[in-house]
């Protein structure tokens, strides 16, 4: 359609799906819209106007108090596994607007989530706080300087109410941008509770996500294969970082292959792969070290809400989904060795090369030393601080590093170059974010986030105006915990 006022595109080819998969929704008034961050770059890549947009008629549209005619609000249906549990669920608090036609050709759901209540709620008021949504536009923005597909943030409207949690919070809109907000749970539903519209939802993933596979004679199963493989790719881009996600539910796992739900994540300090962030993940089912492991499960359960496209016979429709399957581990190691060897400055590949990742890895939690900083200091040969270089241990290890380093036969300035580009200067610290969020709960005092923000928009830059951000916290008796945030 043509252009409007803000730049926006917009199609709606997610409605014309089976009816089953949505329901189309009003999003509720607020008192006073305003917008406390807007992302420019991001809003230019889409074709919008940031001037435009970032205005009162802006915060107007973005919060969903105007709903233009080339809009059509819709919550996505969907169910999923939530900690094993196979549950109903659905956009309880958010709606897609449309999907905007990027200058690039390239389409993007464009959702605005804390809109109020929806047919998913369950008993919600489908609002969100302003902790939560800044939260999210702060992560999704590093996670996306870092290099790992994700969803991105366009703005944070303050709504100009207070919400009822445990106590009254400013309440806040995301307004949010993906490749689409279909996930795994979405096919679950379409299996379990639409299952005529399952094939028609398989056709428009197809279509949407991977056209490529428009000529295979096998595309539904050759849907999972790429998905797996998008999902063994972002699990290991999470390991590298040492991001936690948090709550790896079904329904929070993109078909895609996109980092979707900022809930309850976070970014390890100290390297244990037993860690947990989330206030309500008591048996560390999503601990860092875990999420490969899940993805998989996860993967398995999007392959049986596939089962009936790829094959009418039962038993080998079972066969070639775990055909497929079995690729993960194998997809995931590749990619998460690979990853791991340009942070320790490797260009090439040898056999011993995941025991000596593995070596380190093992130092690093007996010595309880900081993920990022190690790498750090790896790259700039920093070893004057930290218990770690202290030891024996070390010093071996050190010793085979640079004996396999020699073998490469690259020059000094060559594998520092390589890991630099690999080893973030900086991370969303976990103290750091909730340092700008809190005197922007408190006090609506956006500055410290804005600033966080620019921060971490180049984490490759290693300048020393980064150096501050990189410092991890003081030592503390309790542990860190996050929450989901509604």
Not at 48 to 68: E, T
Not at 116 to 121: A, C, D, E, I
Not at 271 to 276: C, F, L, Q, S
Request: hydrophobic residues 40%.
């Amino acid at each position: 359609m043509e252009t409007n006022e803000f730049g926006f595109n917009f199609d709606h080819s997610y409605s014309r799906l089976p009816s089953s998969l949505y329901s189309l929704v009003q999003p509720a008034k607020v008192p006073r819209p305003e917008i406390v961050i807007f992302n420019e770059p991001l809003a230019e890549l889409l074709g919008l106007d940031p001037a435009a947009l970032s205005s009162a008629a802006g915060a107007a549209v973005l919060s969903g108090n105007r709903v233009p005619e080339w809009a059509l609000p819709l919550a996505q249906a969907y169910a999923g596994h939530q900690f094993g549990y196979f549950t109903m669920l659905g956009d309880g608090r958010a709606l897609l607007l449309g999907e905007q036609i990027a200058p690039s050709g390239q389409r993007w759901d464009l959702q605005l989530k804390g809109t109020g209540p929806t047919p998913y709620s369950r008993g919600g008021d489908g609002k969100a706080t302003m902790g939560p949504m800044l939260r999210e536009y702060i992560i999704s923005e590093a996670m996306h300087a870092l290099g790992i597909p994700t969803s991105r943030s366009l703005a944070v409207v303050a709504t100009g109410e207070l919400v009822p949690r445990e106590t009254l919070l400013p309440g806040a809109i995301l307004a949010r941008v993906a490749q689409s907000h279909i996930r795994v749970g979405t096919f679950q539903y379409a299996a379990a509770f639409a299952p005529d519209a399952l094939q028609k939802l398989a056709d428009y993933t197809l279509e949407r996500h991977y056209p490529q596979l428009r000529g295979e004679a096998d595309k539904y199963l050759a849907l999972l294969r790429e998905v797996i493989r998008a999902q063994a790719f972002l699990v290991s881009r999470w390991m590298l970082v040492g991001f936690v996600h948090g709550v790896m539910n079904t329904d929070n796992m993109a078909i895609s292959g996109e980092t979707i739900d900022y809930g309850p994540c976070a970014f390890l300090d100290t390297y244990d792969p037993a860690t947990v962030f989330s206030s309500i993940d008591h048996h560390g089912h999503y601990a860092y070290g875990r999420q490969p492991e899940i993805a998989a499960w996860n993967l398995a359960r999007f392959a049986e809400a596939l089962l009936p496209l790829l094959s009418q016979e039962e038993k080998e429709a079972a066969r070639a989904a775990e055909a497929e399957l079995a690729r993960f581990s194998d997809l995931y190691d590749s990619f998460y060795l690979e990853g791991m060897r340009r942070k320790l400055g490797l260009a090439d590949a040898e056999e011993g090369d995941r025991e000596l990742v593995q070596q380190l890895l093992d130092l690093m939690a007996k010595h309880q030393a900081d993920f990022t900083n190690t790498f750090l200091d790896l790259t700039f040969q920093a070893f004057s601080t930290g218990t770690l270089y202290q030891t024996d241990d070390f010093a071996r290890w050190e010793e085979r590093w640079q004996e396999r380093l020699a073998r490469s036969g690259q020059s000094a300035a060559s594998v520092q170059e390589l890991m630099k580009r690999s080893n973030p200067a900086v991370i969303p610290r976990n103290h750091r974010v909730e340092e700008a969020l809190r005197p922007a709960v408190q006090k609506a005092d956006y500055g410290p986030v804005r600033t966080l923000v620019k921060v971490l928009q180049d984490p490759f830059a290693h300048s020393p105006e980064q150096r501050e951000y990189a410092t991890p916290p003081e030592p503390s008796g309790l542990p860190y915990r996050t929450f989901c945030g509604t």
